[in-house]
């Protein structure tokens, strides 16, 4: 089973802050899916085959990576973007997810 | 609107069952499969597998083998997923999602095991 790694698992950014979380797999994964979960609801797709943006989601995130280590930017913080994002492996399977990673606002 | 609508909140006791569904509204339900996952405080999310709508073949995750069971009842647009044998460690909340990209989630089901 790949073990996916976050970190951190979690941190505070400022509004116009650059944000930065990565994922880093035990082996070599082909692609990397980010979820955005908000308190007290369900995880949405948020970024997809590494790179590609979820429908309606902002272009100041941005997604990139290979191999072993993969991250999820954001260009500039956002109150609404406070939130736990979760990366998931869908290259081997059992599909496993990261521990997560809560992002809040400073 | 693409809805995937799950059952409520369950109590059950140890060493019992429970059953919980999911929905689908607002696509054709054969096309896609549904998956489930698991969410807990300290275990984070685990994908427990998923289920061809159309042929019913399924796919777990070796872990929950011999825990969850996947069917689905098209005729209703209903996946069902049961968990047997309920121990503490099995509560959690339980999604089921569609598709193996899980583009749209249900609100989740939380299932309570305690005596």
């Known amino acids: 089973e790949i073990v996916l790694t976050q970190s951190p698992t979690t941190m505070a950014a400022s509004p116009g802050e650059k944000v930065t979380i990565t994922c880093r797999a035990s082996?070599?994964?082909?692609?990397m899916h980010w979820f955005q979960q908000k308190s007290g609801t369900s995880p949405k797709p948020w970024i997809y085959?590494?790179?590609k943006l979820a429908s309606g989601v902002p272009d100041r995130f941005s997604g990139s990576g290979s191999g072993t280590s993969y991250s999820l930017t954001i260009s500039s913080m956002e109150a609404e973007d406070a939130a736990t994002y979760y990366c998931l492996q869908r290259s081997s399977y059992p599909w496993t997810f990261g521990g997560g990673t809560k992002l809040e606002l400073k | 609107q693409v809805q995937l609508q799950q059952s409520g909140a369950e109590l059950a006791k140890p060493g019992s069952s429970v059953k919980i569904s999911c929905k689908a509204s607002?696509?054709?339900?054969?096309?896609?499969?549904i998956s489930w996952i698991k969410q807990t405080t300290g275990q984070g999310l685990e994908y427990i597998g998923y289920i061809n709508t159309g042929s019913g073949g399924t796919n777990y995750n070796e872990k929950f083998k011999g825990k969850a069971t996947l069917t689905v009842d098209k005729s209703s647009s209903t996946a069902f997923m049961q968990l047997s044998s309920l121990t503490p460690d099995d509560s959690a909340v339980y999604y089921c999602?569609?598709?193996?990209?899980?583009?749209?989630w249900g609100p989740g089901t939380m299932v309570t095991v305690s005596s």
């Open positions: 085959d590494t790179s």
């Open positions: 082996s070599s994964v082909s692609y």
């Open positions: 607002g696509y054709t339900f054969t096309s896609y499969y």
């Open positions: 999602a569609r598709g193996r990209y899980f583009d749209f």
